[in-house]
């Protein structure tokens, strides 16, 4: 056995060692933003953590409550139940209803809608959420007041205006937390994060009282019953609520594990991930528990811990269980100083700057991967992503519906054919046009395609023969097949010839039940340019007749 297979273990029990006493104040806090008990973020977290880590596909995915569902949680629960007596059970339905929305995507296969998510915009998304995390949690680290919202020039203008109100004794606190946990890095089998809430909690007594905040009084209360169901008036909002949760935690989820699967060359199951995140929010939903998704925060604290599989997760998970029953008092006494200190130092491995060199060495996509990185730190975290994906297909809708038609000839002593504006010695064959157009046609682009194809024969004299090569359309839709029906009508009326090449098989069966004009079986039968080269001069020369 290797010695990095026989250490693997070893690793993963030191990384859910090292982030369990992270995990558990952090469920305690976003259960206060939910407006829910502390019982609900800790059974969210072991229910996350356990399904996850038996079912899931990512290595380093940690799946708890998360600071933006805690928040649309907390404004669910005040719509639907105002005040009252039963929100928690109002908010265990719609974390169930959250739970039963991700297994229908999951059932329905719609995990490969994430691949519309292209990596400069998950690379410039990540970098942006990083720069967030760190900013929300400088309060925590130099306890400064409260920042609210995600605009991160108004984030920096609250923290210089209230630079003023800052604890000297807090901030150096956290500040000392991070020079340890950066130095940590340094000795792989020395849990940096349990280290520092280890010397946090011994010198929590001295802290307190020089004024640094700790965690505070947690009263663990767990109470399990079945969820409260809407009522007639209240099915439409729960559901839209539910939904929701769903694409805010599936945002955050696939993010973080698609994130971190790029950075170590592992493969993603979306569909899996679904259907798995429903299992664990339906089950906490039962369990009256906060919705769970593989927050990024969490992930990233758990890579920098030096997991290398699953199996730190279910550590972690245990930790959690054993800290919950006997070590619940202690984690009360961790300074807030030290946990932001944590989190910060997991997220700054995504602030390098060399993610983006190799667009900026390609000269390709370098615009998407800054619109990603402002549009986090501009309109928030669910609406940044949401544009950054909506803008980058803009700019591939935009790119697809560009008419480019490239004219190709023979290169001297070669079977190839190739554009000839590239390479000016390609000879064109005599009497014909050889037409190829650069992106699929579709809707978009099939008009002003085909009008590019017309000119080029009309600038040109005595062409007896078109060939058109459709290799980069694998389908066509109605408004292509129309357009193309119109270009053979145009050349027939011209006595010029028609033939198709480089067409798929389930494209040509199409053009068959589509009968356009010229455009029979054995215009349709070349498998190659070189193919259609041939039937076309053969035609011409048994013939003299360029129509068939």
Request: charged fraction near 10%; include cysteine; proline fraction near 5%.
């Amino acid at each position: 056995m290797s010695t990095a297979t026989s250490s693997a273990p070893i690793a993963d029990v030191l990384a859910g060692l090292g982030i369990a006493g992270l995990l558990l104040p952090e469920a305690v806090a976003y259960s206060g933003i939910a407006g829910m008990p502390p019982q609900a973020g800790v059974v969210a977290l072991l229910v996350g953590l356990v399904c996850y880590g038996l079912l899931g596909t990512s290595r380093f995915a940690i799946v708890s409550s998360t600071s933006s569902s805690a928040a649309v949680l907390a404004a669910g629960t005040l719509l639907l139940a105002g005040g009252g007596v039963n929100r928690v059970a109002v908010a265990a339905t719609l974390v169930l209803l959250g739970g039963g929305c991700f297994l229908i995507a999951g059932v329905a296969r719609l995990g490969g809608l994430s691949h519309l998510i292209a990596r400069p915009v998950l690379r410039g998304y990540t970098f942006g959420l990083a720069i967030v995390i760190a900013l929300k949690q400088l309060p925590h680290l130099g306890d400064w007041p409260g920042l609210h919202g995600d605009f991160v020039p108004l984030l920096i203008v609250d923290l210089v205006r209230t630079s003023g109100q800052v604890h000297a004794v807090t901030l150096a606190t956290g500040v000392l937390a991070l020079l340890l946990l950066y130095a940590c890095e340094r000795l792989r089998r020395v849990p940096g994060s349990l280290l520092v809430i280890a010397f946090g909690v011994a010198a929590s007594g001295w802290l307190a009282a020089h004024g640094v905040p700790l965690t505070g009084v947690i009263d663990l209360k767990l109470s399990i019953g079945m969820p409260m169901w809407p009522t007639s008036g209240q099915w439409l909002p729960s559901v839209e609520l539910a939904a929701a949760l769903l694409l805010i935690l599936y945002a955050e989820s696939y993010s973080s594990i698609r994130g971190f699967a790029l950075k170590h060359n592992d493969t993603v199951a979306p569909n899996r991930d679904l259907l798995v995140l429903g299992v664990a929010n339906v089950l906490s939903g039962l369990c009256q528990g906060m919705p769970v998704g593989a927050g990024y925060s969490g992930t990233s604290a758990n890579e920098a811990a030096g997991a290398q599989s699953k199996l730190a997760g279910l550590i972690a998970a245990a930790t959690v269980l054993l800290m919950v029953l006997l070590l619940l008092r202690w984690i009360e006494r961790i300074p807030l100083a030290v946990l932001a200190a944590i989190v910060i130092h997991a997220v700054s491995k995504s602030w390098r700057l060399s993610v983006f060199r190799p667009y900026l060495q390609w000269k390709r996509d370098r615009l998407l991967a800054l619109a990603a990185v402002i549009a986090v730190l501009s309109l928030g975290i669910l609406n940044g992503l949401l544009f950054a994906i909506a803008f980058s297909l803009i700019l591939l809708l935009r790119q697809l519906a560009s008419a480019r038609v490239s004219v190709l000839g023979r290169l001297p002593g070669s079977h190839d054919f190739v554009d000839i504006a590239q390479h000016p010695n390609a000879v064109q064959p005599s009497g014909m046009l050889i037409l190829r157009p650069e992106e699929p046609l579709f809707f978009a682009n099939a008009e002003a395609v085909m009008a590019l194809a017309r000119k080029q024969l009309e600038a040109r004299g005595n062409v007896k023969q078109v060939v058109l090569s459709l290799e980069a359309s694998p389908d066509l839709d109605s408004t292509a097949l129309e357009s193309l029906g119109d270009f053979s009508g145009w050349l027939q009326a011209r006595g010029v010839t028609l033939r198709v090449a480089r067409v798929k098989d389930e494209t040509r069966a199409l053009l068959l039940r589509a009968a356009l004009p010229q455009l029979s079986s054995q215009a349709l039968d070349s498998w190659s340019v070189e193919d259609a080269v041939s039937a076309s001069m053969a035609a011409m020369s048994s013939t003299g007749n360029p129509t068939q």
